[in-house]
Each structure stands twice: as structure tokens, then as C-alpha cells.
């Protein structure tokens, strides 16, 4: 007893009493102070569209009258500082061995009892500010939700271990969770790590200026001025460029010198975000569990139980292909209401810019005998050329003659535009085509796609939730149909096979849902 008592000291807030006799209403320690002015400033942040007029009438006063502008700031600085402190007061956690409570709230109160079965994954998130002091944010989310269902916002890393650890083995009791732990880490496998070379590639070949531009927006104007005066210094004065009196050639040369620049820019911005995201990333293999971790300045680690795997994807750019790298993305269970296509790293496990060799290795490990790139994929129906043609490619070829005849008000050159448009515009509905193919035995549904680049993607069969036919005249006539697979993370769509393939997959697909007896979860 006494052991036990100095283990719940010692982890500050995992004293995990029985499952009726809930332990006191525990405080936070003073440093999520930080992560609840923090989160003030977010919000502030995420209301910029709203905020618009008083940041322009902030403007004003500061031009005008300094010590007014000097007396808002230290009012809004003041505001601030006690939401963060009431927060923090309101702030209160207990825990169990069957479920979490969680207070919270100053305007708006409210109070979370969240079981430890519903509870689909916990991400550590470990941001700057308390790494110097032990602590991390302990996240969890559910099936159910399509966002975090709770957190608590600061917690020793080492409890959150330890009650992460109960969590996932539904161990009753400390001990037993001390004892499981240390039975998963003698499994612990690490399954591959990414250096800062790794990163410069997936930075290269995948865009993440987002982030970077996201981030700059309130200095658009400031960047702006600064690389005007850079240019003038370089010789070109931006102010001074008139397309009517400079050669042909000089705007060419000054157009080209330009997008270079951009691109070199851009280049950078990309590898800059990727290195921050994915610094010192690991992947391990915890038992029967994928656990990630990365991050530069906020650590975070996402766990991911292999039976919520429902897809996985390789994933190559057209510069991947070159650079011969993979992305590798393990999908789980998305919440109800959340974008499929987004990238929220806490639905995935991104592992980026593998060579061929690594890729093999770990989708082997995921789904063994799954060899995504060696399959003899089926070619989908050609007719889905014309139907690429006619919905996208066509349109758009008639918005850039029209837009080019309204420009140069020249008919001839609009012809030529458009005749330039829709022969493009056929050779990337004939590409997407030749990326089209699907392949199915008794374990996998398997597919590939893409335009300049190319994805294999790989689900089980007792894996789909529901199966959608689609028929149109035109298709009926030629027996054709397109076929969705309902996932728990995606809805993967099969457009234009033959009716008796889809039948075929579909009568595989439900068979083994009704008859293997094993969970989609």
C-alpha cells in the first residue's frame, strides 16, 4: 500500500482511484497559465475576418494618439491575463479507472464524462513552453466526435504515460498498468526514422507553404514593401514597368527572373515547414500499435491500434516519382462531421519520403502480402475519357477562349487558345485514365490513380461499412457502373467497370463482413 501511495505521489495526477470511488477534483499546475493565454490569442486569431475594423481602428489610434494606442494595448493585454487566470481556476480533472470527468468553462460552463471505451486515441502534444518544465497537453479523441472530445491541458509526461498506458490495455489498477507497460516497451520496434535530408525531399516534392503563408498573413504588406526595395536595389523598379514601351525579350527575361525567384522562394518556405512539422520523426511499433512522433518546436505523438487501420496509401508527386520517394499514409477512423480530405495528422500516420525498399517494409508490416505496386491493376473503362473531357476539361477550354478573346479582342488568337486548351485538356483526361485501375482478391480491394503523380491504395474487405452502385443511362447501356467503398476514414469510388466486376467485389465484400467476425474497429 504504501508503494502505491508513492507512485500516485510521484505522478502527480494519476492517482486512478476505483471505478465508483472517484478520487478529489485535481488542479492544474501554474504553467498552463501559458496554454490558456495561449489559446486566447488563438482565438483572437481565428476571428481575424471579424476583427478587421478594430485592427484598422487600432491603426488609426496609434497614428494619432500614441498614449491612447499605449492604453488599449495594456487594457487588451490585461483582458487577457484574466480570462487566462479565471480559466485556470475553473479548470478541474479526476480520474478513474473506468472513465475522466473534466470541468471547465468561465462564461460558458460545462463538464465532460468521457468512458475509456469510447476513447479511439491520445495524442501527447508537448508544446515549447513546457518542455523545460516536464509537462504536456494529453488529448483524446472519439468515434464520435469531430473534434477532441477533452483534454487535459497539463500533466506530467511521465503520467500521461502511465494513464495513456492504462487507458489502452483497460488495466484496473496501477500495478497492472506499470506491468503492461513494460511488457510493451520490451516489444517496442522501431520501424523507421526520418533525417533532415528526408525532410528537404518531402519539402521539395510536397507543398506545405501554407503553413508558412498562414502564418505571415498579417505582414503581407510589410513583405511586399521590402521586396520592392530589394528589386530596386537589383535594378528593377516595379513602379517604372510599362508593357507598352519595354521590349518583348526585357519582359520575358524580367517575367522569368521573377517566377525563378518565387519558386526558389517557395522551395525554401516548403522544406523550412516540413523540417518543423516532421523534425525527428520516429515511427515505432508498440506491440499491436503504430505510435509517431515528431515536431520541432511542439512535440507530438499520435498511437494508432493496427485494428483501426482501415487504409493504407502510397502516395507519389510527379517529383516523387523522379526523386524515387513514397509517402506513406496509414488512415483510421475519421470523426462523424470531419473533412475526409483533410490533413489532420491525428486521423493518419504520414511517413514521409520513404525510398522503395522502406515503403515495401512497412506496408508489409501493415498489411502483410499487399504488394500495391506489383498487382496486375484492371484499366477502368475508356469511356471515363470522354466523361473527364466533357465535364471539366471542355468547360475550361471555353472559359480561356472566351477570356483571351475578351483580353486581346482577337478572334484568331482565342481559336488558337482553345484549340491548345482542349488538346491538353485531352491528354490529361487520357493520363487520368491510364492512372485508373482497381484489383481485388480474397483479402484486399486495392486500387491506383492520379494524374502527374500516382496513389496505390489498400483496404480489407470486412472492413467496409457500405457499398454504393452507381448507374447512369448512358452507363446501363454499356454495362459499365462506378462503385464507392464506405470506409470508416474514406469513401473510395471506382468509376466505370464492368457490372459484373463491381457485383463480384460487392458479394465478396459483404460476405466477409457478415461471416468473418472480425471488428471494422
Known amino acids: 500500500m504504501k508503494e502505491q501511495n508513492n507512485v500516485a505521489q510521484s505522478a502527480n495526477s494519476s492517482t486512478i482511484q476505483s471505478g465508483k470511488q472517484l478520487g478529489p477534483w485535481l488542479k492544474l499546475p501554474p504553467i498552463a497559465l501559458a496554454y490558456f493565454a495561449l489559446a486566447v490569442v488563438k482565438k483572437f486569431a481565428g476571428q481575424l475576418e471579424m476583427l478587421i475594423p478594430l485592427i484598422f481602428a487600432g491603426y488609426s489610434i496609434a497614428k494619432n494618439n500614441v498614449t491612447a494606442f499605449f492604453v488599449l494595448s495594456v487594457l487588451l493585454i490585461c483582458v487577457t491575463m484574466v480570462y487566462s487566470v479565471l480559466s485556470f481556476i475553473a479548470y478541474r480533472y479526476r480520474l478513474s479507472d473506468q472513465n475522466i470527468e473534466i470541468r471547465s468553462g468561465v462564461i460558458q460552463k460545462s463538464q465532460i464524462n468521457l468512458p475509456f471505451e469510447r476513447i479511439q486515441n491520445i495524442k501527447l502534444v508537448q508544446p515549447i513552453y513546457y518542455r523545460w518544465t516536464g ?228 506496408i508489409d508490416d501493415a498489411m502483410p502480402n499487399a504488394n500495391l505496386k506489383h498487382y496486375h491493376y484492371k484499366h477502368v473503362s475508356r469511356r471515363l475519357i470522354v466523361r473527364l473531357w466533357l465535364q471539366f476539361w471542355l468547360p475550361l477550354a471555353i472559359m480561356v477562349s472566351v477570356g483571351t478573346y475578351l483580353i486581346a479582342k482577337s478572334l484568331l488568337l482565342s481559336i488558337i487558345m482553345l484549340a491548345c486548351a482542349g488538346g491538353i485538356g485531352s491528354l490529361a483526361a487520357i493520363l487520368s485514365w491510364y492512372r485508373w485501375g482497381y484489383y481485388e482478391d480474397p483479402q484486399y480491394v486495392c486500387f491506383r490513380r492520379g494524374f502527374l503523380g500516382r496513389d496505390f491504395g489498400c483496404f480489407l474487405h470486412y472492413k467496409v461499412q457500405q457499398v454504393r452502385l452507381h448507374e447512369s443511362w448512358l452507363m446501363k447501356r454499356h454495362k459499365l457502373c462506378s462503385l464507392s467503398f464506405v470506409l470508416a476514414s474514406q469513401t473510395i469510388k471506382i468509376p466505370y467497370i464492368p457490372i459484373t466486376a463491381a457485383r463480384k467485389m460487392i458479394n465478396r465484400s459483404l460476405s466477409q463482413v457478415e461471416h468473418s467476425g472480425q471488428s471494422w474497429m
Open 135 to 362: 509537462y504536456c497537453c494529453m488529448e483524446f479523441d472519439t468515434a464520435g466526435s469531430a473534434k477532441n472530445e477533452a483534454s487535459i491541458v497539463a500533466i506530467k509526461l511521465t503520467s500521461a504515460e502511465q494513464f495513456k498506458q492504462s487507458i489502452m490495455t483497460n488495466a484496473p489498477t496501477q500495478q497492472s498498468a506499470q506491468a503492461d507497460a513494460q511488457k510493451s516497451k520490451s516489444a517496442d520496434r522501431l520501424l523507421i526514422k526520418r533525417n533532415l535530408y528526408d525532410l528537404a525531399l518531402h519539402g521539395l516534392t510536397n507543398n506545405r507553404i501554407w503553413i508558412v503563408l498562414g502564418a505571415a498573413a498579417p505582414f503581407y504588406a510589410d513583405i511586399g514593401a521590402y521586396v520592392a526595395s530589394v528589386l530596386s536595389r537589383w535594378g528593377i523598379d516595379l513602379s517604372q514597368i510599362n508593357l507598352k514601351i519595354q521590349s518583348d525579350l526585357s519582359v520575358v527575361l524580367m517575367v522569368l527572373t521573377l517566377t525563378m525567384m518565387i519558386l526558389l522562394l517557395i522551395a525554401l518556405l516548403s522544406i523550412i515547414s516540413a523540417i518543423i512539422t516532421h523534425y525527428d520523426f520516429t515511427l515505432e511499433k508498440v506491440s499491436a500499435r503504430y505510435v509517431r512522433r515528431s515536431g520541432l518546436f511542439t512535440k507530438r505523438e499520435v498511437s494508432m491500434p493496427l485494428r483501426r487501420l482501415q487504409l493504407t496509401l502510397y502516395q507519389q508527386d510527379w517529383l516523387d516519382l523522379i526523386l524515387k520517394r513514397v509517402n506513406i499514409v496509414f488512415q483510421q477512423n475519421a470523426n462523424v462531421g470531419e473533412n475526409l480530405s483533410n490533413t489532420n495528422l491525428s486521423r493518419k500516420i504520414l511517413v514521409p519520403s520513404v525510398t522503395y525498399d522502406e515503403a515495401d517494409l512497412l
